[in-house]
């Protein structure tokens, strides 16, 4: 992988974390989803404006339809994530959600566009995902005197909507991967018209619930202002190391992210199991390296 691609990667990879801790804390659900994407359609305005002006009038039904199964994925990726925050914690919904997209996603490009990547960096990976959403623990029976019937039921949550997240992921970075690399979009266009059509998308949504709508707009217009900013800024970063490197080396390096969740996650969230999700993101830190250069 080139330096200047692996740049972009870890600096996305600062603003992925930092953003879904806001989502968190947050807590917010579909309302939150359809705020974050009204607020990115206006802050991203100028940005779309000026790389879209003459690129989008020439776009033509591949184009049109790639963006627009993007925009769905997308969504589902989103609303899916948040269900999993709402049910469990980050330090086990964000390490599964993460770790498991780049088998996938490495498994796709392998198979899609014929690239090639190291089986040890990718088992690293995978083996730090495992500690970091806990480990051994993962399969303690819920009456265990160290795991409480409640605990484990969240950690059973986390893992299934981790998982899940974790495949939206993987065919998201597939669909615009193939959209950037084989159709050459722009960066930044793709990713601003593909939320700008996620926002039709919720317009039932917003018909059905605008009282709600009001009521989680002053609760939650501050977190996802920050998600707005940070979340479209880190993946335009990562679709333009796309342009620089193969997919199965930029969607794994992506996971560094894990690295900042496993530090301030637990601590400003009060989650547990430190000393191990450290060890794990330490492999994940060493998978990743072995992916990027292998």
Known sequence: ???????????????????NIVAKRAGGDQRFVLITSLLTSVLWLPAGLWFGWHAVPLWGWAEWGLVTLSAAVHLLYFNTLLTGYRKADLTVVYPLARGSAPLLTAAAAVILLGETLGAAGVAAVCGGVFLIAGGPALWRPAHSSEHSAAQHERTSAGVRWGLLTGATIAAYSV??????????????????????????????????????????????????????TLGPLAYILVLTALTLAPLSHVAPARELSLLVAALLGGRLLGESDRGLRLLGAACIAGGVMALAWG
């Open 175 to 228: 669909i615009d991967a193939y959209a950037i690399k084989v159709f050459l979009i722009g960066p930044v266009i793709f990713d601003y018209a593909s939320n700008l059509l996620r926002v039709p998308m919720q317009l039932p949504m917003l018909l059905r619930g605008r009282a709600t709508l009001r009521d989680a707009w002053r609760q939650q217009w501050r977190a996802a202002l920050v998600v707005s």
């Open 1 to 19: 992988m080139p330096l200047s691609a692996l740049v972009l990667v870890l600096l996305a990879a600062v603003l992925h974390a930092v953003w």
